[in-house]
């Protein structure tokens, strides 16, 4: 069971990321958890950082898709704003969610990637779609209610599955 957990890789966050050296890896597209990944949870826009990260991705010619479980109107307002498609209500970790967001892209597992803050949804959900998967920090501490009791779990995982991660790597 632990291996689905496992991430394929780890970073502080996704301006950590190096967008020119995931396509050079093979990487057509990314699906972009939103809440705590690209955005912090419950906020309304994008940071400038990463805006820019979001452009340096594009001038690589890496398709990006948001998947969240988030049904706000909120998810598709910040998608707008970062000029990215959005899968909403995705009910991660089941991965129908992450196809839809590979067909919206036309990637295929082995050329997409994931990177999302929990293990439990995003790095489980694309590990069992067999894509590569990057485990990055929650952007702030404030989350959904249920998201604060699965976060309780996680912990007891958590650096054990980045100390995996960096030996994968």
Not at 1 to 30: D, H
Not at 43 to 56: D, L, N, Y
Not at 106 to 112: K, L, M, V, Y
């Amino acid at each position: 069971m632990l291996k689905w957990l496992i991430p394929s890789g780890y970073a502080p966050s996704v301006l950590a990321l190096n967008p020119p050296a995931l396509a050079a890896e093979g990487i057509q597209g990314l699906i972009l958890d939103l809440d705590n990944t690209v955005v912090a949870w419950n906020a309304s826009a994008p940071t400038e950082p990463v805006r820019q990260w979001i452009g340096r991705v594009r001038e690589t010619g890496v398709r990006m898709c948001i998947v969240s479980n988030n049904f706000s109107s909120r998810t598709q307002v910040i998608g707008r704003a970062l000029n990215v498609p959005v899968v909403a209500a995705a009910v991660k970790p089941i991965p129908w969610g992450f196809r839809r967001a590979m067909a919206l892209m036309g990637t295929r597992a082995e050329h997409t990637a994931l990177i999302g803050d929990q293990v439990f949804t995003d790095i489980l959900g694309g590990n069992l779609l067999g894509v590569r998967t990057i485990l990055v920090e929650p952007l702030s501490e404030q989350e959904f209610p249920t998201t604060r009791l699965v976060r309780r779990l996680e912990r007891l995982i958590r650096a054990r599955v980045v100390q995996l991660a960096a030996r994968r790597h």
